[in-house]
């Protein structure tokens, strides 16, 4: 077991020799970390994760030191120091550099493995995160604590979900099911839950285990294609689930030793389709014991009880097995190693009976011995051991055998019977029976000792002359063809060396020990006498082969002759590649399994083969470059038809030219140390190195010289140039101070520019601050006056409303008394009308009726002015009160502007606002100044229709007193009529009355007609002068109207001045 300690390394290799770890305990590598202190103490190893294909693993101990270990590459790497222990590790998400790792301060941190860089940082726990489980896409992962698990977006690492629970019952595991899409719960009261992933709907419920197991589950594993799952606790007992059933189908009882169940892992198995029968069950006695799930048998275990196993992670290719170790260190297993007896292959079935030896057998010839012996199987328990007893005679064909008996337990007489009857070795075990038929001693320290000295000076531009796109498989090639060289120093200088090792480098790339030590076997055995011409083609193994092809096939020899074809161009190529490259993969291994199965002429007698089996195609060929195409390409050709033809010959070729009789028998590799290999002629090689020796001495001595004369040059230069150098370092000087001098001046120039600069830009950028300052008191000032404007407007428009209001009741009022002169017109001339009419008809009979309808008539006019003349009052009242409303209504509106408009300003615009006070104080002045004379004119015309009114009154009693007087007269001078006519029938006699009497009479009559003919023309001279007084009072009327009117537009306009003068005095 090797072991390896990291130290303060923060790379470096794993281990420095191939492991072969060992069937009885399987360790590959044991690694430990300590510190470099004075008092150096372990670190201890915490968590171990694989990456998604298996072959690399991360690390992490209490520290928060996390490294990288490639196994196939032999690696380690440091790649992060996170500074405290980690918890949980995941390593197999989609970004494969890319590993998740949860903290000690409960937070979960991405880091990337090449760049050593943090990816991202979530948090969202309040406890330990003690499992991360990632989805088989590696794009989501879920976090599980005591409290809560969170399921996390690793693209975008944001939190999906989050799964609470109560305090009572707790989590104690929740994962992603292999393969598909589903989480399982696993809850600390045994209940278990799987949910979808996209929309976390609970798909099924396991039912509660049966009440006669007390066990409550811990530990949990499921198989590759999730339809088993396993659950462990504290107990032997294990509870197989299947979840396709959803159903407990299976307990199995673990040994008494084990009291609980701390880890559970399915191993996988490539051959198993996901269906994993093999389930590891870490105990508490620190070993892991792994059992068949379905023979529940034991089949083998790691760990034992002085080095207990603390944890233990599975590749998921199921090579490996890392473990951490009780003591903090970590072991690396190989599942094929532990599993080698298991997957042993079962015995062949062909046996062979061979016949005793003629000479006649005694007792003493005949020993039986019984010895018991242990088969390596795998144990059902620790303590259980299988014994034999094996039977041995010792016959005396007994030495025939022992020469055929090879390592591992096999045999080549079978062998060889059973490569006979298929054709070639399985390829499962093709690696195992070569290492056995070769007898390869696996000497590690010899082999290391040689890769320890190197890429040997032969080998350095290799790349060039042959440019392998694989640079591991050309590094590979390096250091084995090194490792050659320094075996031995002819193969230094052999230019097919290459193309011989290249087909098993390919082959064995990942062990260098098994391909190094199988090319030496086949160059002592298989390449015997290739060297003694060298440096040319061995011209004896060629000949050898030439007389083959003679004895069988003299016409494909005579063929080759007449076209100038030699063995160099149809057997050559062939040997220096070992048909490598006219064979495939396929065809090239099983030609050398019987090429290591038999003698090693068999090689040369393939090459025979080889040209026989193509006899058609090559006597075809009449060109030299179409057979050198030939023998450097692959052709269509049966590999086993060659192969039995060399069984053939190897069987028909008689003894005097079989290669047999001059190759040695198979010969291997001796343990320890390799053998010395000087089969080649020394004195050509030790020439070609002195020679090589002499030359670099010569290059050497001449590089010398040629040196001294350049070191001599170079003085006599150097002087020279030192002298130069001084004269030009001089006028360097002075120049660089004229230049200095210059660039000074052009720097305080170039200062005082700046500055002029400078001030400039300070100058603009206080204009520009000025302007801008400007330009926001501009839009200020600028969004005040629109402000001003709109209300300026609106007010504009409310003054036209009302004005257009008042405008339209002062016309509707005009036209009511149009209206109403025009009735009392029509009404007047109806009446004219009417009384004509009764004085046409009735003047004589009806003038006492016309004297009452005169009355009554003009008592209705009388009553009809009075309505007037009281509605018209009544109406100037009402007109006066709204039009007083009305002004102090606008002056309370322009003074509200005005205050509103004084208060946006600010105190800059005092003297303003006091000159706007006045201006506003000599307008109201005005305004009332005007209102007076309104109010004035106004009374006295009041005055003026009271007076009226009063003549109108007088004038209606003196026309009542004139209408008495008149009644009167008429009534005396009806009497009077009356009294004369009766006098007249009384006395008849004295009806002739002197004419002087008759005008007396008359003119004693005169006066009450002359009165009657006076009262109506007062009559008519009053109806005249009333319609005069009405037309005037009509004009008036009009007059003051309009003056009102007049006065209204003056105030308005006034107010609307006054309202800009504040504004543009603002702007």
Not at 1000 to 1025: F, K, W, Y
Request: proline share 4%; net charge neutral; with cysteine.
């Amino acid at each position: 077991m090797q072991s390896t300690d990291l130290g303060s390394k923060e790379s470096g290799k794993i281990w420095h020799r191939k492991p072969s770890p060992t069937t009885r305990d399987g360790i590959i590598v044991n690694i430990i970390h300590t510190t470099s202190d004075y008092l150096p103490k372990v670190l201890r190893f915490l968590n171990v994760a694989f990456d998604s294909s298996g072959d690399c693993l991360l690390a992490g101990d209490h520290q928060g030191n996390i490294y990288a270990f490639d196994l196939p590459g032999n690696r380690f790497n440091l790649v992060q120091r996170t500074a405290q222990a980690c918890t949980a590790l995941a390593f197999n998400l989609h970004r494969k550099s890319e590993f998740l790792v949860a903290l000690a301060d409960y937070s979960i941190k991405c880091f990337d493995t090449v760049t050593k860089e943090l990816v991202s940082w979530m948090r969202g726990h309040e406890s330990s995160v003690f499992s991360i489980s990632v989805h088989a896409s590696g794009r989501y992962a879920l976090t599980t604590s005591s409290d809560t698990a969170q399921l996390w977006d690793l693209d975008t690492f944001q939190r999906k979900r989050k799964l609470n629970i109560l305090q009572s019952v707790g989590i104690q595991k929740v994962f992603f099911l292999p393969l598909s899409n589903t989480i399982l719960s696993c809850f600390k009261d045994n209940s278990i839950f799987a949910w979808e992933c996209d929309t976390l709907i609970c798909k099924y419920q396991l039912p509660a285990p049966p009440e006669s197991s007390s066990m409550l589950y811990k530990v949990f594993a499921v198989t590759r294609d999730g339809r088993i799952l396993a659950a462990g606790g504290k107990s032997n007992h294990l509870h197989l689930w299947c979840l396709e059933a959803k159903q407990l189908f299976r307990i199995i009882q673990m040994p008494t030793k084990v009291r609980a169940v701390r880890h559970l892992e399915f191993l996988p198995d490539s051959f198993d389709a996901g269906s994993n029968q093999v389930l590891g069950v870490l105990s508490q006695d620190g070993i892991m014991r792994f059992i068949n799930i379905q023979t529940c048998k034991l089949l083998f275990e790691i760990g034992s009880l002085d080095e207990g196993i603390s944890s233990s992670v599975i590749s998921p290719h199921g090579r490996y097995i890392a473990s951490v170790m009780e003591n903090g260190s970590l072991n690396i297993y190989s599942v094929q190693a532990l599993t080698q007896e298991i997957n042993k292959p079962p015995p062949p079935l062909v046996k062979v009976i061979e016949d005793l030896p003629r000479s006649k057998l005694t007792s003493s010839d005949l020993k039986v011995t019984v010895t018991s012996g242990r088969v390596q199987r795998p144990p059902k328990s620790r303590e259980t051991k299988l014994q034999t007893r094996i039977l041995k005679q010792d016959l005396p064909g007994t030495l025939e055998n022992k020469e055929n008996e090879l390592s591992g337990g096999l045999n080549k007489k079978r062998l060889q019977i059973l490569l006979k009857g298929y054709g070639e070795y399985p390829t499962k075990y093709r690696m195992f029976i070569w290492r056995s038929l070769l007898q390869l001693p696996e000497n590690h320290t010899a082999f290391s000792s040689l890769l320890d000295k190197g890429v040997h000076m032969g080998f350095l531009n290799l790349q060039k002359k042959y440019p392998i796109k694989s640079r591991k498989l050309l590094r590979v090639l390096q250091r084995t063809l090194s490792a050659l060289a320094h075996w031995s120093a002819i193969f230094s200088d052999t230019p097919y060396l290459p193309l011989l090792a290249f087909p098993f480098v390919k082959l064995f790339q990942n062990n260098q020990l098994l391909c190094f030590e199988v090319v030496a076997t086949l160059i002592i055995n298989w390449c015997q006498h290739w060297f003694e011409y060298f440096p040319n083609p061995p011209i004896n193994i060629l000949s050898m082969i030439e007389n083959v092809l003679a004895f069988h096939d003299k016409e494909l020899l005579q063929h080759f002759a007449e076209h100038g074809v030699t063995s160099q161009v149809y057997a050559w190529p062939l040997l220096e590649t070992v048909f490598s490259e006219v064979l495939t993969r396929e065809e090239w291994l099983k030609l050398f399994d019987n090429v290591f199965s038999n003698h090693p002429s068999f090689l040369l007698m393939t090459v025979v083969a080889y040209n026989l089996c193509s006899r058609a195609p090559l006597l075809n060929c009449n060109l030299k470059d179409d057979f050198e195409y030939f023998f450097h390409h692959r052709n269509n050709l049966d590999i086993s038809a060659v192969i039995r033809e060399v069984y053939r010959l190897m069987d028909t070729t008689p003894a005097d030219i079989h290669p047999e009789s001059v190759l040695g028998a198979f010969v291997a590799l001796t343990k320890g140390q390799y053998p010395v290999f000087n089969q080649y002629p020394k004195f050509i090689v030790d020439y070609q190195k002195q020679e090589r020796e002499r030359i670099r001495n010569d290059e050497l001595d001449y590089l010398r010289e040629r040196q001294v004369v350049e070191n001599m040059q170079a003085a006599v230069d150097q002087q020279r140039l030192e002298d130069e150098a001084w004269y030009q370092q001089q006028q360097l000087l002075r120049r660089a101070e004229e230049a200095r001098r210059e660039l000074l001046l052009q720097e305080e120039e170039r200062l005082t520019q700046q500055r002029q600069r400078l001030a400039a830009m300070k100058r603009e950028l206080k204009m520009k601050e000025v302007r801008l300052e400007d330009a926001a008191r501009r839009r200020f000032l600028r969004l005040q006056q629109d402000q001003q404007e709109m209300e300026l407007r609106r007010l504009d428009d409310e003054i036209l409303r009302k004005v257009q209001m008042r405008d339209q009741e002062i016309a509707t009022t005009a036209k009511d008394l149009e209206m109403r002169h025009l009735e009392l017109e029509s009404q007047k001339r109806l009446y004219e009308k009417n009384l004509a009419r009764n004085q046409d008809t009735i003047a004589k009979e009806m003038r006492e009726a016309t004297d009452a309808y005169r009355r009554k008539v003009d008592l209705e006019e009388r009553l009809f002015h009075r309505l007037i003349e009281t509605g018209q009052t009544q109406s100037r009242k009402s007109q006066k009160l709204i039009e007083e409303n009305l002004v102090k209504a606008e002056q309370a509106c322009l003074q509200t502007d005005w205050r509103m408009q004084a208060l946006h300003k600010q105190r800059r615009d005092d003297l303003q606002r006091s000159e706007c006070y006045r201006e506003v104080a000599r307008l109201l002045q005005q305004n009332r100044r005007e209102e007076r004379e309104v109010l004035h004119a106004m009374r006295g015309k009041e005055a003026e229709k009271w007076e009226e009114a009063e003549e109108k009154d007088l004038q209606l009693k003196s026309e009542k007193k004139i209408s008495a007087l008149s009644d009167a007269s008429r009534k005396w001078f009806l009497e009077e009529e009356i009294k004369d006519v009766s006098e007249q029938a009384e006395h008849p006699q004295s009806t002739v009355v002197p004419r002087c009497q008759n005008e007396e009479v008359a003119s004693s009559c005169l006066p009450g007609m002359t009165q009657l003919h006076n009262i109506s023309e007062m009559d008519s001279s009053t109806r005249i002068s009333l319609h005069q007084r009405k037309m005037q009072w009509d004009t008036v009327e009009q007059d003051l109207l309009e003056r009102v009117r007049g006065l209204r537009q003056r105030i308005a306009t006034q107010a609307r001045n006054k309202c800009q003068t504040p504004h543009l005095l603002a702007t």
